[in-house]
């Protein structure tokens, strides 16, 4: 599978996804709060799951990963998007 060689086309595609990744990231974080509200209980494990996967990769501060986390709060997360969104959140290199 390593020596796949790509088209042009498909270069292309690929190098546009990992160039908007932040902002991908950042659309499937709101989504899943609203997800987060409307799941069941069984279903929101895996969620939160997934949440803690992208506030990694979007490098927010480990401390606030693990408050959002322990809180189980659908609304601590919907506070975390909207500081992503305005820039406010200060992320760790």
Do not use: C
């Not at 996804?17 to 709060?33: F, G, H, M, T, W």
């Not at 939160?48 to 401390?63: F, N």
């Amino acid at each position: 599978m390593a020596d796949k060689e790509y088209s042009r086309y498909q270069q292309k595609v690929i190098q546009r996804y990992y160039d908007n990744r932040e902002q991908i990231d950042e659309q499937r974080l709101a989504e899943l709060v609203t997800s987060l509200f409307l799941a069941s209980p069984a279903k929101q494990k895996k969620l939160w799951q997934t949440a803690e996967e992208l506030l990694t990769r979007m490098k927010v501060p480990a401390s606030r990963i693990e408050h959002i986390i322990q809180s189980g709060d659908p609304t601590v997360l919907a506070r975390v998007v909207e500081d992503v969104q305005k820039g406010i959140l200060k992320r760790s290199k």
